[in-house]
């Protein structure tokens, strides 16, 4: 007898769903008396005087630890328990988002997390392997009130099912079969045991999870990164990285690991991992695939090399009259000095300046001094004095300014040549001929103007860019007022490595602002002193006031906030962050130097990569794992697969796999573990009605959906979308598109790259060829647009069907 889920009769399911009413209740009044005990906490350690710099570092970090717990409590409201294991030894256990402690020190837990051990078998246990389970049972619950309840029960172990049987398959398909939102729900509740398995994986090391279209990826990633945060606390401080494919998805995942209490995770697309900039814009194809290569590094490094002391010849400097000539010798040994080690370019930049300054003030002292040893040889000679004296004080008024005092070279005893050299190096940092100089050998650069001047100039591209084709240089050109790539993230990121950041600026101006702040503090407690006297508080007055208790620096730092900034908040603004663990979903897409980038951000090489190469659809991607990750992991990663196709019903999986034999011959579709959606069907058109009928179409996929509340997706080639989304828009009001798509509108048009990880109940894939057409890996293109569905699936052509979907039934017109 296998694990069978129960529908008990009304009166006991009304006694059943009371008794755990009453546990709900129990459970929810426990965690308000944490949030009050949290929030007195909270507020005490807020009004603590911080003192010093070292006090105010650990009450913020006090600060943001509490605030995250009362986030967490927070979020959990919402289907706080969900679950219930009745076990052959020992008493039941109460399974839910967070874990909830018993009302007295020695009660058992009246609330499990999902993600410690002993919750573990709610989701691995089967009648195979019931790991001392004998009733598992799944609670539906609304706010506050549970609805109703399903049970499995473990009864006779003496046969052995297939141990492939879902767990809460009733509570899973109830889930499944549920209208789409436009927002992405946690599955807690409904998470299968090869999911579990992966998401409890160790993470260290590098794990790649291979699935194909709706075997749950992405629910894998985002409960994962929450169950690492929950078992490896000191993840907290560093954070864990997800990234998505675009800000669509980010948009359409990003209610889930709130709503697991998590706020060390941050969400980012490659376009918004530069801090300050959010790339949106793509490129064609064949550029992104070359600014994705490896090679771009090396690019960027010469492009780099050529601002330092770049000179072909010897450098002629005018400086007060005096011509001064440094030699290329000199210059690149400045420049090999300044940058030993690996100093960064902006960094190094100080090291190259005093060097440069210091030949520059050895010379122009050596000048004047020709100058007196000449002068002494004309006195011997007794020639006219006073006219080289009024030459001599032409050239000093040249270097000196108007006001430069008379030199009486006959009178003063000649100035040594250290003392004169020391005037020189107090004149040059200020001297705007030796500043004009320094911005040509050594300019600052930001990562901005580095790659705009780079991509501007043919000849800057070609001097860096020798492994290029001349005319994949050409590709490259780009406008100076271009906006900023997906694809030019990484290089950004690339050249921000190259080119440091000098921060001395930035500390002398809060050095500054703390001691205005110390200032004003101080001015504070000399008003508070003068209120009571300059001499103090009259005898056998004890009343003391402020300025008898702190001081000046005590008082500004208890004006300083504590940072209350989550971590993902305080990692998002810096780029130098570097996070304890990094997920990436639809990996297949990542390009090389996106690679490069996120390894950074890891030093520790702990990744889970999520992705499937059958959807590979991107230029400067990969479709193969060992091909994308060798480069930066070697051989050191493992691969787990998901196997099973929760969301795609059995019906478009078959009609979806012709083009997935196309990509991978090998490689076998998910199974399915639901079929019933409507037949999917293709329509043909003319070319001149396609726009037209598209909309005509989609107005009909809407109106089916409308009465439960489901989502229509129509996707697009991306060369056709301001072509085609307005047709549906005037079809069906309140359609969205573009780069902020709403996807919790009834109708969104998107591209295949925006579609990347997302469902929607009914969809329409609108001119396949084209799909076929813009993309070198259209294939791929065309595979994702048609699993995007959990109902129907409508494909429209005009012209000819490609062959890949040619045995799709025929749409039947009335």
């Keep these: 007898m296998t694990s069978s889920s ?71 409201e919402n289907g706080l328990c969900f679950g219930r ?56 619950t609304r706010n506050r009130r549970v609805l109703r309840v399903d049970d499995e029960l473990f009864a006779d172990l003496s046969a052995v099912p297939d141990d492939t049987r879902l767990s809460g398959e009733a509570a899973l398909l109830a889930a499944l079969r549920q209208s789409r939102t436009g927002r992405m729900q946690d599955a807690v509740a409904t998470l299968q045991a090869e999911q579990d398995r992966i998401i409890r994986s160790p993470h260290t090391g590098v794990m790649v999870v291979q699935g194909g279209p709706g075997t749950g990826k992405t629910v894998v990633a985002l409960h994962r990164a929450a169950y690492l945060l929950y078992t490896h606390p000191r993840l907290e401080r560093s ?15 990003g209610q889930v690991l709130p709503g697991l209490g998590e706020t060390s995770v941050l969400l980012s ?7 300050g900039l959010l790339a949106r814009a793509e490129e064609p194809p064949a550029v992104a695939e070359i600014k994705g290569r490896l090679a771009m590094a090396e690019v960027l490094e010469r492009a780099v090399r050529a601002r330092q002391a770049a000179v072909t010849g010897p450098v002629d400097v005018a400086i007060g009259g005096e011509l001064v000539r440094l030699t ?117 650069l930001t990562p901005q103007r580095l790659l705009t001047e780079l991509f501007t100039d043919p000849d800057r591209l070609a001097e860096a860019a020798p492994c290029l084709t001349e005319a994949e240089r050409a590709l490259l050109l780009r406008r100076p007022d271009a906006p900023w ?21 930035e500390t002398e101006r809060e050095t500054a602002r703390r ?31 402020a300025a008898d208790l702190v001081t000046a620096e005590q008082l500004a730092a208890w004006h300083t906030g504590a940072d209350l900034r989550t971590v993902a908040e305080r990692a998002a603004a810096d780029r130098s962050w570097t996070f304890g663990h990094v997920i990436v979903d639809e ?145 069906v009001p309140g359609t969205s598109w573009g780069a902020d798509a709403d996807l919790e509108q009834p109708v969104v048009v998107l591209t295949v790259r925006q579609a990347k990880g997302l469902e929607f109940d009914s969809v329409v894939v609108a001119d396949p060829q084209g799909m076929l057409d813009g993309s070198a890996r259209g294939l791929s293109d065309l595979y994702v647009a048609l699993t995007r569905a959990g109902r129907s699936l409508h494909v429209l052509h005009p012209g000819p069907v490609p062959p890949v979907l040619e045995d799709l039934p025929v749409h039947a017109t009335t």
């Excluded at 129960?6 to 209740?25: C, F, S, V, Y």
């Excluded at 954070?239 to 995942?253: Q, R, T």
């Excluded at 697309?269 to 801090?275: D, R, T």
């Design 328 to 444: 290329r010798r000199f210059l690149t040994d400045a420049a090999d000095r300044a940058t030993e080690g690996g100093v960064p370019h902006n960094l190094a930049r100080p090291a190259f300046r005093e060097a440069v300054l210091d030949e520059l003030a050895d010379r122009l002292a050596r000048v004047i001094g020709d100058i007196e040893a000449g002068f002494e040889e004309v006195l011997a000679d007794q020639v006219d004095v006073a006219a080289l004296e009024r030459a001599v004080q032409q050239d000093l008024a040249g270097v000196f300014g108007d006001d430069a005092s008379v030199y009486d070279l006959r009178a003063q005893e000649p100035v040594e040549f250290a003392e004169r050299k020391a005037d020189w190096l107090e004149m040059l940092p200020r001297d705007p001929v030796a500043r004009k100089l320094m911005d040509l050998l050594w300019p600052v």
């Design 515 to 545: 001691d205005a702040r110390q200032d004003y503090a101080q001015g504070v407690l000399d008003i508070a002193r003068a209120s009571r006297g300059d001499d103090g508080p009259a005898e056998g007055d004890e009343r003391l006031n």
């Design 587 to 731: 990996a297949q897409d990542v390009s090389p130097m996106t690679w490069r980038l996120l390894v950074r951000r890891c030093p520790t090489r702990s990744f889970t990569v999520v992705g499937d190469a059958a959807q590979s659809s991107d230029a400067a991607g990969s479709t193969s794992w060992q091909e994308a990750l060798s480069p930066f992991f070697g051989t050191r990663w493992r691969r787990e697969e998901l196997t099973v196709n929760y969301r795609t019903p059995a019906e478009i999986v078959v009609a979806a796999a012709p083009v997935l034999a196309a990509i991978a011959p090998d490689l076998a579709p998910a199974r399915a573990v639901r079929d019933g959606a409507a037949p999917p069907c293709r329509e043909g058109t003319t070319a001149e009605d396609f726009p037209a009928r598209l909309a005509a179409v989609t107005a009909e996929a809407a109106a089916a959906c409308a009465g439960d509340g489901g989502r229509v997706a129509v996707i697009v080639p991306s060369a056709d979308l301001d072509r085609l989304a307005p047709a549906v828009a005037e079809a």
């Design 6 to 76: 129960l529908h008990r009769p009304a009166g006991r399911q009304t006694a059943d769903t009371r008794r755990e009413q009453e546990h709900l209740d129990l459970v929810h009044h426990q965690i308000a008396v944490q949030r009050a005990e949290i929030d007195r906490e909270l507020r005490a350690v807020l009004r603590e005087p911080a003192g010093t710099a070292q006090g105010q570092v650990e009450r913020g970090t006090a600060a943001a630890r509490l605030a995250r717990h009362l986030a967490a409590l927070d979020a959990a």
């Design 269 to 275: 697309s490659v376009g918004g991992l530069y801090p």
């Design 239 to 253: 954070g864990v990285l997800v990234v998505g494919p675009n800000s669509v998805f980010l948009d359409y995942i």
């Design 485 to 505: 790539t997906l694809s030019d993230v990484p290089l950004l990121d690339e050249a921000a490595e190259l080119l440091g950041s000098d921060d001395r600026v």
């Design 85 to 140: 294991l009745d076990r052959t030894v020992g008493d039941r256990l109460y399974v839910g988002r967070i874990g909830v402690p018993g009302v007295g020190p020695d009660d058992d837990p009246l609330l499990v997390d999902w993600r410690a051990p002993a919750a573990r078998p709610f989701y691995t246990a089967t009648a195979a392997a019931p790991q001392g389970v004998r009733l598992r049972r799944h609670l539906h």
